[in-house]
């Protein structure tokens, strides 16, 4: 049995040390666009949305050293997708529409910002009035 545990500590940490050559896309794309917001709100969405809603992602230290690398570089992907502040003004009138109805009602019942990514980002945090004021703003644009 000790054996046992021996080999799979060794194949552990053989495949912690092999997932680091596996490249992450931690890129920024140079494409920044106007505010979507007015002031307040626009504040709000960079405090609490940017990093995965952006093409200015601050990559913490530990987005650096994989698995964290892969997750976190996959949680951007994924958030650019779904809507990019960074190219709002690209979006034509019917995907804003969509985009705006989707984020009163992700930030409205609490979806967004993702609960994991607040331990390590407490000022991402939104308080009840930020939440409203941000559904707010998208309930109106």
Same mark, same amino acid.
């Given at each position: 049995?000790?054996?046992?545990?021996?080999?799979? !500590?060794?194949?552990?940490?053989?495949?912690?040390?092999?997932?680091?050559?596996?490249?992450?896309?931690?890129?920024?794309?140079? &494409?920044? @666009?106007?505010?979507?917001?007015? @002031?307040?709100?626009?504040?709000?969405?960079?405090?609490?949305?940017?990093?995965?809603?952006?093409? &200015?992602?601050?990559?913490?230290?530990?987005?650096?050293?994989?698995?964290?690398?892969?997750?976190?570089?996959?949680?951007?992907?994924? !958030?650019?997708?779904?809507?990019?502040?960074?190219?709002?003004?690209?979006?034509?009138?019917?995907?804003?529409?969509?985009?705006?109805?989707?984020?009163?009602?992700?930030?409205?019942? !609490?979806?967004?910002?993702?609960?994991?990514?607040?331990?390590?980002?407490?000022?991402?945090?939104?308080?009840?009035? &930020?939440?409203?004021?941000?559904?707010?703003?998208?309930?109106?644009?």
């Amino acid at each position: 049995m000790k054996q046992v545990f021996k080999r799979l !500590g060794l194949a552990l940490i053989v495949t912690l040390i092999g997932i680091q050559f596996i490249p992450a896309d931690k890129s920024n794309p140079p &494409e920044r @666009g106007a505010d979507a917001a007015p @002031g307040e709100v626009q504040a709000l969405l960079r405090r609490a949305c940017f990093d995965c809603h952006s093409n &200015e992602t601050v990559w913490p230290w530990y987005a650096q050293i994989a698995p964290g690398s892969l997750l976190i570089a996959r949680d951007v992907k994924k !958030g650019r997708k779904e809507v990019n502040f960074s190219t709002w003004e690209k979006y034509d009138d019917k995907r804003k529409a969509r985009k705006l109805k989707e984020i009163a009602k992700q930030v409205g019942r !609490g979806g967004m910002p993702l609960f994991y990514y607040l331990p390590l980002h407490p000022d991402a945090k939104l308080a009840p009035a &930020e939440r409203e004021l941000i559904v707010n703003w998208a309930k109106q644009s």
